[in-house]
């Protein structure tokens, strides 16, 4: 998992629950990295569901709930360092259908070593869309809270749903429609 994951995830915490928290859940996991991140580095998904794990409990918010407030946060940081990246498009649904054919080819000419989930499109109409997110690491919630920050963006109500296709969370359809 690419550096600037676990970068903007150890500010978001420190943003929202200060920098005691940070230190806190890194002494409490088990980091290969020792807790020590670069934004290009390449480091085990199983840090960021020790980091994750840790200030679910620290916190009592569900990882689901806080894989939402960083999605807010890393929309956020991803928009203001790549603007090039959505300043192409009019509609959020336009920006969705393209995650694959051109958000995620840009993403790996930044950070090429990237594993990234993959959004197939069943189904688009002007309103509304089908997608199956298929990813091993199970961030579904994260792909979520990502959607609706695009919504947003472009100041379009929306309404998400998602069902997970296996139990793992490693196959989920999320359809999404405009209110």
Do not use: C, W
């Not at 890194?26 to 990295?33: G, N």
């Not at 919630?141 to 997970?164: A, H, Q, R, S």
């Amino acid at each position: 998992m690419k550096g600037i994951i676990f970068t903007e995830f150890l500010d978001l915490v420190e943003d929202k629950f200060g920098l005691p928290m940070v230190d806190q859940i890194i002494q409490q996991s088990e980091l290969a990295s020792g807790g020590i991140y670069t934004s290009v580095g390449t480091y085990e998904f199983s840090e960021m569901l020790q980091l994750l794990t840790h200030l679910s409990n620290n916190t009592s918010m569900s990882i689901d709930d806080l894989l939402m407030v960083y999605a807010e946060h890393l929309f956020a940081v991803l928009i203001n360092s790549y603007p090039h990246l959505v300043e192409r498009y009019k509609d959020p649904m336009e920006l969705l259908a393209s995650i694959e054919n051109h958000i995620h080819v840009e993403v790996q000419k930044i950070y090429p070593e990237a594993q990234l989930p993959t959004f197939d499109l069943v189904e688009r109409q002007e309103d509304k869309m089908i997608m199956i997110y298929k990813s091993e690491r199970a961030l579904y919630m994260l792909g979520k809270g990502l959607m609706l920050e695009t919504f947003k963006l472009f100041d379009t109500p929306v309404k998400i749903e998602y069902e997970k296709l296996n139990e793992k969370g490693t196959e989920v359809k999320f359809s999404i429609n405009k209110i």
